[in-house]
């Protein structure tokens, strides 16, 4: 690894081989129906659809109303309040409302039917009514679905299930000249940033997500998948049986992190080490000074993560190793060595958690009173009350985090609370 002022860190064989806590309890989780927040926000020609009830409207609109400005391109059928006779009404219900929604909406290149948990939703065949309509509608729209339902995902799982669903959409190519494909929703200006770096490095990519969702890359033999989102192992798998080869990589969290991203592409490319140096170069120097001011105020701050985002050992392994963190406990929803294997061993040794029963977990973070706690909405007011800092790990999904200039802006987003803590204690 290049980036020679950052500390030399023994992590003793990091968590690659420690034992990893197992709970299965209660949960206290957003549902997968969340992604559809920046999913829309990234493909501009997709539409969601959510299958779903009240509730499931209520948490799409609240999560995205703040940042919706033009007409919403996510909207919810509504299927479970009414009286339904029988499986052959939700359906007449479901293409009565794709009908009117295509008719208004003529701009719309791929429209997702997003399931939720709802039992009359989880009775209709979601699958076969999105080949029924996209029979109908063959040509004009691209009809997929998924599950966001909060029984079989959780948070960012959301994601992954709808790039899933995209991928035999992707149009096949047979050569065998490498391409890069980096996966996972990245704000525009950071895939930006990236899209500079690879171009500086020679290497030819493409992003999936697309910005347009009618614009899908193509994949083959010669396809080389890099992760930019640590929750994408469903996705990962369904691109590797269509012939990808996934590179296996830390995150782009941090200095460290972007470095040993850019270094796997650079590495599976044969890119020069000299052409890699001065690539990087200005803007790794320019991500490690501004993160110095924070790393003063981190260093040392005890942290706890509550498994929600999938974020968390990235994240943990950033703090850590760049910020001088000390690391509580690291929770995770569900641990996927497929593509977490390159983020374990540099994670200094902690407490790992896998799943969560949140009573046991909440008494041993009560215990250990860290100076900061990262878990979702529903705990957090509740620790606060109790004297506990926390941070809200939903704004780590929303905020553009990846990257060498956006190093410092993730440091702050944890420095924060701290600060106004520290601010009110005096
Ligand atoms: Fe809808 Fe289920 Fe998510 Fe609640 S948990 S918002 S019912 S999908």
């Not at 794709?98 to 008719?103: G, Q, R, T």
């Not at 029924?132 to 029984?151: D, E, P």
């Not at 990589?249 to 270094?263: C, K, N």
């Not at 490690?288 to 981190?298: F, G, H, I, N």
Request: charge should be neutral.
């Amino acid at each position: 690894m290049s980036g020679a002022a950052l500390p030399v860190i023994d992590v003793n064989g990091g968590c690659a081989d420690v034992p990893v806590l197992k709970e299965r309890g209660q949960r206290e989780v957003f549902c997968g129906l969340t992604g559809i927040v920046w999913l829309h926000r990234k493909m501009q020609d997709a539409f969601f659809l959510v299958v779903g009830s009240r509730t499931c409207a209520h948490l799409v609109q609240s999560a995205a109303g703040v940042m919706i400005f033009a007409e919403p391109r996510f909207a919810t059928a509504i299927l479970g309040e009414r009286d339904l006779a029988g499986m052959a009404d939700c359906n007449e219900e479901l293409d009565r409302v794709v009908k009117e929604l295509l008719a208004r909406r003529p701009d719309i290149s791929t429209l997702f039917l997003v399931g939720s948990c709802p039992s009359e939703v989880i009775k209709l065949d979601l699958h076969r009514a999105a080949q029924r309509l996209s029979r109908q509608y063959v040509g004009a729209v691209r009809i997929l679905n998924y599950s966001g339902s909060g029984i079989e995902t959780t948070f960012t799982q959301g994601e992954d299930a709808c790039l899933k669903a995209l991928v035999p959409e992707l149009p096949a190519v047979e050569s065998t000249t490498p391409s890069l494909m980096v996966v996972g929703t990245l704000a525009d200006v950071v895939e930006d940033q990236f899209a500079r770096l690879f171009a500086e490095l020679g290497i030819p990519v493409r992003f999936f997500p697309p910005r347009r969702a009618s614009q899908l890359p193509p994949i083959g033999p010669g396809t080389r998948v890099l992760l930019a989102q640590p929750f994408l192992g469903e996705t990962a798998r369904a691109l590797i049986a269509r012939g990808a080869t996934l590179l296996e990589s830390p995150y782009p969290f941090g200095v460290e992190g972007t470095t040993a991203w850019l270094r796997t592409a650079a590495d599976a490319f044969a890119v020069d080490a000299n052409r890699f140096a001065s690539a990087i170069a200005a803007p790794a120097q320019r991500g490690r000074q501004a993160l110095e001011r924070y790393r003063a105020r981190l260093e040392g701050k005890r942290i706890f993560f509550f498994p929600d985002s999938q974020l968390e050992i990235p994240l943990a392994r950033f703090l850590a190793r760049e910020c001088g963190m000390q690391l509580v406990e690291v929770g995770t929803p569900y641990l996927d060595r497929v593509v977490m294997g390159a983020e374990l061993p540099l994670l200094p040794r902690t407490v790992l958690s896998e799943g969560q029963d949140v009573e046991k977990q909440l008494d041993r973070c009560r215990e250990a009173r860290p100076d900061l706690t990262v878990c979702g909405l529903g705990l957090a007011n509740p620790l606060e009350r109790e004297g506990l800092r926390t941070k809200w790990s939903i704004e780590l999904v929303f905020s553009p985090v990846h990257g060498f200039d956006q190093a410092a802006d993730l440091a702050e987003l944890f420095a924060r609370p701290l600060e106004r803590a520290s601010l009110l204690a005096v």
